[in-house]
């Protein structure tokens, strides 16, 4: 599902902000997956109560199209998803066109499910649980050039049916976290100059490598170095060295 950005929108649709929109998903045994819009802010996001408003949501190569209504009245009705693929992240879009009129007025990109979106970094990574059918976890990258992309890391379903029972467990968060920071920021270094394009997913890093007392722009020669020492401090911050504390203390049988 390609994005619209500033370098594929010749037509200046406004780009609407994905605070305004609140996204759920379900998956029920012997029914399948259905997502349902919960909250749109039509007045805040700008846009017409009369437009028009339809969602594409996708997953990987699979795509599905469905017609919500009117923005002031859409339909909350779960629709089902059960033609996109299981093994890879959702991604929703929702454009806006007025009645009658072929041309879009308005897009947002990115959209995600509120119960199935993670913290890492300020939400530079979301976490969704999948049926992956063997590995406890796998890190998807976006591509270079997708302004819109965010890394996520898909976890087990069946081990961690929430974003939430992931990195809420200790053990999880400190044998995986760190290799997670690590494989983006690789990505990162062997790309120069990401940091500083506004265009690319990668830009988006630039304050949070920062706050890590991360050099701004990494080694050319030298990527693997950078994006280790990248894992090192994220791992040695506040959260982390919560938890590997517990851990210590779990082994040492001082926890009760």
């Known amino acids: 599902m390609k994005q619209i950005s500033r370098r594929t929108n010749p037509t200046d649709l406004k780009q609407i902000d994905r605070k305004h929109f609140t996204l759920r ?112 976890w796998l890190l998807e990258l976006p591509t270079v050039d997708d302004p819109e992309g965010k890394p996520c890391l898909m976890v087990e379903r069946s081990i961690f049916p929430t974003a939430q029972a992931a990195v809420a467990h200790q053990w999880f968060v400190a044998l995986v976290m760190p290799e997670v920071m690590r494989q983006i920021a690789m990505l990162i270094a062997e790309n120069s100059g990401a940091l500083d394009d506004d265009g690319s997913w990668m830009g988006k890093w630039k304050e949070y490598f920062s706050s890590l007392g991360m050099q701004e722009a990494p080694d050319e020669d030298m990527p693997e170095e950078w994006a280790t020492a990248a894992a090192r401090s994220f791992a040695q911050g506040g959260q982390l060295r919560h938890q590997f504390d517990r851990i210590a203390a779990e082994m040492q049988g001082d926890m009760e």
Do not use: H
């Not at 017609?67 to 909350?76: D, K, N, P």
């Not at 693929?85 to 897009?107: I, M, Q, S, T």
């Open 25 to 136: 998903v379900a998956d029920e045994v012997g029914v399948g997956r259905s997502f349902w819009l919960e909250r749109f802010d039509y007045k805040a996001a700008g846009i017409p109560p009369e437009s028009r408003m339809s969602c594409i949501a996708g997953a990987g190569s699979t795509e599905q199209y469905i017609e919500l209504g009117e923005s002031a009245a859409f339909q909350r009705k779960p629709a089902f998803i059960n033609e996109l693929a299981r093994d890879k992240p959702l991604r929703f879009r929702f454009v806006f066109n007025l009645p009658g009129e072929v041309r879009l007025l308005g897009y947002a990109d990115g959209v995600q499910p509120v119960d199935e979106a993670g913290n890492l970094g300020g939400s530079l990574v979301d976490i969704q649980p999948m049926d992956l059918e063997g590995p406890i």
